[in-house]
């Protein structure tokens, strides 16, 4: 099978500084179970997005969204338990076309909303840290929206709609989706299995980490893929797209070999609409699935 590499430079990975380490010295947990239902609307929408926390979504043969928050404060002290829970609100949607979670920190802050504020003073500082750890399961045919910013990974399977996946700290993994959308993270790698072949543009984007994607060997796309520190891959029988061409490429090991400091442009199939697959410190792999 010929294989295409796209082999660039290795160079050591951009530093990430450690945040400063908090003490706190009160630790308390609770967990919250909640069902949610559809209502009002052909086009489904499951909207989840949390700060600091994980959150994991499994698409089944039900008709609800079975939703379970467990929920983690570390405070200074045990006055400033109560006070976490007081402003760090969990907003639930139900009983409409979108439906799912929303974790609000102090000020209205949300993940995937613009904020303008002003630093607090020191003496106001927020004395205490709540992780969310969110678990989903969800009709399978939903589209799906879910944020993460950190401290967590974000895992969703068997949801089969469009999607819009979006991490800072920590990897994305999307495993059997039929639709189309944008997955990201800063830090951390991004994983998406497609059962079906997109309809439309899609974006597959981290930084620090690695791209994999995997299609059905009917798979017809144009192929838009780009990174700095690593390279590029494909099991798949590519052609260079006439309007944007690749380098000529040379031999090595029995593989062909291209190098580009930029987007590399190469045509899977008949082409088709154009996924995007970019890191900078890390590789990008296309791999075809097996029938």
């Known amino acids: 099978m010929k294989k295409l590499i796209l082999a660039l430079s290795i160079a050591a990975g951009v530093a990430v500084h450690a945040q400063p380490k908090r003490d706190f010295a009160v630790t308390r947990q609770d967990s919250i179970e909640r069902t ?5 609307s052909d086009v489904q929408t499951l909207d989840v997005r949390v700060t600091r926390g994980s959150i994991q979504v499994t698409g089944d043969g039900g008709n609800e969204v079975r939703l379970r928050i467990d929920r983690t404060i570390e405070a200074e002290r045990e006055q400033f338990v109560d006070e976490a829970r007081r402003d760090v609100r969990l907003e639930t949607m139900d009983g409409g076309g979108t439906v799912g979670l929303i974790v609000r920190e102090p000020h209205g802050a949300a993940c995937g909303e613009s904020y303008i504020g002003s630093r607090e003073p020191w003496w106001d500082r927020t004395r205490y840290r709540v992780t969310t750890d969110v678990t989903v399961h969800v009709p399978a045919a939903v589209r799906f929206r879910v944020c993460g910013i950190n401290g967590g990974s974000i895992d969703v399977a068997g949801v089969t709609g469009d999607f819009d996946v979006t991490n800072v ?3 994305v993994t999307v495993r059997g989706v039929r639709g189309s959308g944008r997955a990201t993270t800063v830090n951390g790698g991004v994983t998406v299995t497609f059962l079906a072949p997109p309809r439309d543009e899609s974006l597959l984007k981290t930084v620090n980490g690695d791209i994999t994607a995997t299609f059905p060997p009917t798979l017809s796309a144009d192929l838009r893929m780009k990174t700095f520190h690593g390279g ?12 944007r061409p690749a380098p000529a490429p040379s031999r090595r090991d029995g593989r062909f070999v291209y190098r580009s400091g930029g987007f590399t442009l190469v045509r899977a199939g008949s082409g088709g609409p154009e996924i995007t697959l970019e890191t900078l410190n890390g590789d990008v792999r296309v791999i075809r699935a097996a029938r």
């Open 169 to 171: 700290n920590g990897p």
């Open 36 to 40: 949610l239902r559809f209502a009002g």
């Open 232 to 243: 590029l891959f494909t099991d798949f029988d590519v052609t260079p797209v006439a309007a």
